[in-house]
């Protein structure tokens, strides 16, 4: 059973647009939230995370949303640039319970010259 | 080290046979996970070290898996009688602040045949 859901595994952008990748969780325990991004051959690396406690978070062009009623983040890319095609991976934890982090499947991100 | 090192990089292996995956962490860092990511699928928790101890092995998938970490730095993924479904990305991760400092390595792809 998912815990944590990427509904799009693929996502084309034209560079300088606004990239969008969406998440959902299902389990009420998540207090915290990460977005990790992964290039062919190499570890997930960290990207942004938010707490619960916020609704919004935001560092350089990446903007993190999180909606607690519907269960669900979003990762915005203003404007998306050519190395930020990727694999782009949402995770969720219960802070200070396990250090355990859940992650998505993934949604790969082309971004079009 | 600067980051965290996997070592090997590769490995192909005969179904049934031994195999073992070492994580060498960043230097300092206490607490070391091991994921798993199968193809098309987000990385799955295996097992968290916090020192030399397992804090949590709940993710490991059977008994055929095991891992120590016995001077609370280096730790050996070991998996006995392996199976084609044991191919994978086997990753590793270490932290000092628990999920908000997760450094990945670049992973071992193993491929049993």
């Known amino acids: 059973d998912q815990q944590v859901k990427q509904n799009s595994p693929s996502l084309s952008v034209q560079e300088g647009r606004i990239s969008i990748l969406n998440c959902d969780y299902t389990n009420s325990m998540f207090d915290y939230f990460l977005w990790y991004k992964k290039y062919p051959a190499e570890g997930p690396t960290f990207l942004i995370s938010?707490?619960?406690?916020?609704d919004k978070n935001e560092d350089g062009r990446f903007t993190v949303f999180l909606n607690k009623s519907a269960k669900h983040l979003s990762l915005h890319i203003v404007p998306s640039q050519p190395g930020d095609s990727a694999v782009y991976f949402c995770a969720a934890s219960v802070l200070n319970r396990d250090d355990k982090i859940i992650f998505g499947k993934g949604t790969r991100l082309h971004i079009l010259p | 080290g600067a980051g965290v090192s996997q070592t090997p990089s590769n490995k192909v292996t005969e179904k049934g046979k031994y195999v073992e995956l070492r994580c060498d962490p960043i230097?300092?860092?206490?607490?070391l996970y091991w994921y798993r990511q199968s193809l098309g699928q987000g990385p799955e928790f295996l097992i968290y070290f916090q020192g030399t101890g397992a804090a949590d092995d709940s993710g490991l998938p059977n008994d055929r898996f095991f891992a120590v970490r016995p001077e609370g730095s280096v730790s050996t993924l070991k998996i006995q009688r392996t199976e084609r479904g044991d191919s994978a990305v086997y990753l590793c991760?270490?932290?000092?602040?628990?999920?908000?400092?997760?450094?990945f390595g670049s992973g071992t792809r193993l491929t049993v045949v």
């Open positions: 938010i707490s619960s406690i916020k």
């Open positions: 230097s300092g860092h206490t607490a």
């Open positions: 991760a270490s932290s000092l602040t628990g999920v908000r400092g997760y450094t």
